[in-house]
């Protein structure tokens, strides 16, 4: 026993040689708060009743941040940025003073908007920065206008914010984002979570280090990686899901940029240990949503999603909490997801507000990888069961596109760019081919678990199947465009595009009309449209 007790003084005594002390006082309108949640990233204190907190740390992850309670907003550091985290600045062993002052807001009705995968980057051959102000930005504010008229809007950002590829190439990174954002007169405070892509490619070779170091950009742009805030009587978690490797062989072809730029879809047990000591100030009956950038359980669309076991692990810590909703985004997919025996949890996966990182070229329709329409999401948290909803920033209401694929074979054998990709790529579907005749494609990315796709030829219902084929608008939009006889497209882009919610069905004849019908599990009829042979298919098909 007086061993064991030596030993933990010991280590007490090393750890506070290294360790300083972080203290500050948490206020609102000059009044202190007491009981508000204040952390380093690894352990978390409550302030007094005089407001004050004191915590003696060896400041690992840099950042000191609250758990804003519910009714309050911390003071903004900009336009966009709430002040709830202050870097650590000085030596491990030196003590630091942190206030943060908070504002009162009216959160009984609150709304939600969520980008993700934004991909800004300066590059003048996308021209994304002027894009998303033309195009993006304007619908962005008509949503915020309509939800500020209910009550307080904040927008969650769900990772990929910048592109780390291109850092160095445009001298753009995180915070010139960021900044740039703030500057667009962007409507609403923002909380992020970082994506793979919102590291510093130039920092490679530190082992295990990487993956801190090479988020120093971002925790000085949006602070720690790790956090929750409380709004309107709910609580929100905002996890780190990336840990960035960067190993392998520089890349030539960009500035500065290091390694592969390879990651691990996973949470670091450090974080998850904050997560655990986050949950215990919570009560199971609190509403909780949880975002981070790559999706915790994977689904039929084969996306990428967390390490095994990496779901079974917030399953544990959450078994307190009988549902938990879920935020994602990296896939560039609109994907509700079937979560199997992980029922408590209830996903959301979001394309892309890029679209596919603005690569469409001039004059054709900014798609996702699974052709949905360039979008982001809006949420009600007012409503009992709340759910977002999908804004497409083309303005359409549809959450479908319907193929006759003999139009899509016709296109496909006439275009020239269409008879290169067949050249180079055999095994990719090929629409003129005979076998396709009569088929009709569907694309329903309004699809979720229960719900049944059926399709009627004059009234007679057709063998439908899941899709595993190309969807035939994202060939034409991101692969065809770049090819001729000595090239061939990215690899990225060439990656298999089957979607989990394409649906096929082969008609009798070449004209009949065609009735697509969605229907939901207790059979009620959601959606029908008739897609009226033979239809036209081009790049601008809707």
Known sequence: MKRAFLIAALALLSMSALAGVVKGRVTAGGRPLAGVQVSDGRQIVLTNACGRYRMVTDKADSVVFITTPSGYRAEMLDAIRPGFWQLLTKEPGKTEVHDFK??????????????SDCHFANDPSRNDLERFKSDVLPVIRNEYDKAAAKGAVYTVNLGDFAHDRYWYDFGFNEYKAEQFLAEAGYPSPVYSVTGNHDNDGAVAGLGERTDFVSAWNYRHTWGPACYSVNIGGDHWIFMDSVEYLNEGEPDAKHKNINGKRNYNCRFLEKDLDWLRADLKYVSPDTRVFFCCHVPVVNDASKSEV????QAELLEDIFNAFPKVYMFSGHTHKHINTDMGRFTRFKQFIFAATSGSMWQNPEGWQPIGSDSCNQSFNVMDCSESEPSPRYVA?????????????NKVGEFYRNDPQCRIFHKLYPDRSWYADPRFKNMIYVNYWGYAPGQKVEMFEDGKPLK???????EPLYVITYITPRLDDSSTASKSNLKDRRTPHSFVATAMSATATVLVRVTGPDGEVLYEEELIRPKTFDKNIQ
């Open 464 to 470: 439908v199947s899941k899709s595993k084929l190309d």
């Open 102 to 115: 908070l504002v009162p807001e009216n959160q009984d009705k609150y709304g939600i908007i969520f980008i």
């Open 393 to 405: 920033v083309n303005g359409s209401t549809r959450m479908m596109r319907i193929y006759d694929i």
């Open 306 to 309: 967390l390490q095994e076991g």
